[in-house]
């Protein structure tokens, strides 16, 4: 089977890590989040934890070193043989080499970079209303656009939902400024490398996820002949 190495990029908010969830069921690929990973760290208060708590609370991105060695290893892991979804990584052109290194190292090559395109000010509407579950960040919601059954309750698993500091509005737009001069970057790197394709996130998510995955099947069978 050929592999699926994809990464996910876009603003903070445009639903990364909501088609994450959905396309790792679609294909059996780990839903590996940069942010997921750095929040269970500081959770944990380890050392790593304590060195990035500090720049996600003002919404900046943490140290290259930081988060480089981490997202590297956790790539390198068995289940992510046959592919992953990376989600929030690379985020500026120093993490994008070391990942195309990485895998080079390991004899493997990305995919496709899957750019979710949304406008800035539907990011706030989308991060002043997203609430986290706290048992499993991955179960996502909003109070107007995907409501739980029950309020402030996760529909999975009946934890408590809890919105995220930094989905504070002047948190947000700090986001966003890293976002445009940081992170923009790497949609010229990636198209220049023939590997971004685009989707246009303001539809809704079952929308966005019916175009990524017909995208995916293509580039799947393309592989193949
Ligand atoms: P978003 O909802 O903005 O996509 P994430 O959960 O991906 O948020 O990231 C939250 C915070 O974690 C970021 O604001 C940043 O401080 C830190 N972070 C996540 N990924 C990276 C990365 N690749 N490089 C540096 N910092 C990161
Ligand atoms: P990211 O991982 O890119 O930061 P999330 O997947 O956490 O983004 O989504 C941010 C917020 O927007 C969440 O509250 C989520 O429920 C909501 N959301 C995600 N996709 C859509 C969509 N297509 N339309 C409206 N709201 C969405």
Same mark, same amino acid.
């Given at each position: 089977?050929?592999?699926?190495?994809?990464?996910?990029?876009?603003?903070?908010?445009?639903?990364?890590?909501?088609?994450?969830?959905?396309? #790792?069921?679609?294909?059996?690929?780990?839903?590996?989040?940069?942010?997921?990973?750095?929040?269970?760290?500081?959770?944990?208060?380890?050392?790593?934890?304590?060195?990035?708590?500090?720049?996600?609370?003002?919404?900046?991105?943490?140290?290259?070193?930081?988060?480089?060695?981490?997202?590297?290893?956790?790539?390198?892991?068995?289940?992510?043989?046959?592919?992953?979804?990376?989600?929030?990584?690379?985020?500026?052109?120093?993490? $994008?080499?070391?990942?195309?290194? $990485?895998?080079?190292?390991?004899?493997?090559?990305?995919? $496709?970079?899957?750019?979710?395109?949304?406008?800035?000010?539907?990011?706030?509407? #989308?991060?002043?209303?997203?609430?986290?579950?706290?048992?499993?960040?991955?179960?996502?919601?909003?109070?107007?656009?995907?409501?739980?059954?029950?309020?402030?309750?996760?529909?999975?698993?009946?934890?408590?939902?809890?919105?995220?500091?930094?989905?504070?509005?002047?948190?947000?737009?700090?986001?966003?400024?890293?976002?445009?001069?940081?992170?923009?970057?790497?949609?010229?790197?990636?198209?220049?490398?023939?590997?971004?394709?685009?989707?246009?996130?303001?539809?809704?998510?079952?929308?966005?996820?019916?175009?990524?995955?017909?995208?995916?099947?293509?580039?799947?069978?393309?592989?193949?002949?």
């Amino acid at each position: 089977m050929s592999e699926l190495n994809l990464i996910l990029l876009g603003p903070p908010g445009a639903g990364k890590g909501t088609q994450a969830e959905r396309l #790792r069921e679609d294909f059996g690929l780990p839903h590996i989040s940069a942010g997921d990973m750095l929040r269970a760290q500081v959770s944990a208060g380890t050392e790593l934890g304590l060195k990035a708590k500090g720049y996600m609370d003002a919404g900046k991105l943490v140290p290259d070193e930081v988060i480089i060695g981490m997202i590297i290893d956790r790539v390198g892991d068995e289940d992510a043989r046959d592919g992953f979804l990376l989600d929030g990584f690379p985020r500026n052109e120093e993490q $994008a080499d070391a990942l195309g290194q $990485a895998l080079k190292g390991l004899d493997r090559r990305l995919t $496709a970079a899957l750019l979710i395109e949304v406008p800035d000010e539907e990011v706030v509407r #989308r991060l002043a209303g997203r609430r986290v579950c706290v048992k499993n960040p991955t179960h996502i919601y909003h109070v107007e656009f995907d409501p739980p059954k029950h309020e402030g309750v996760c529909d999975q698993d009946g934890a408590r939902l809890q919105q995220r500091k930094d989905d504070a509005e002047e948190t947000i737009r700090n986001r966003l400024a890293v976002y445009h001069e940081q992170t923009e970057p790497l949609v010229d790197y990636y198209e220049r490398l023939g590997l971004l394709r685009r989707f246009d996130g303001s539809r809704n998510a079952d929308e966005v996820h019916r175009h990524i995955r017909a995208a995916l099947a293509t580039l799947r069978l393309e592989e193949k002949l």
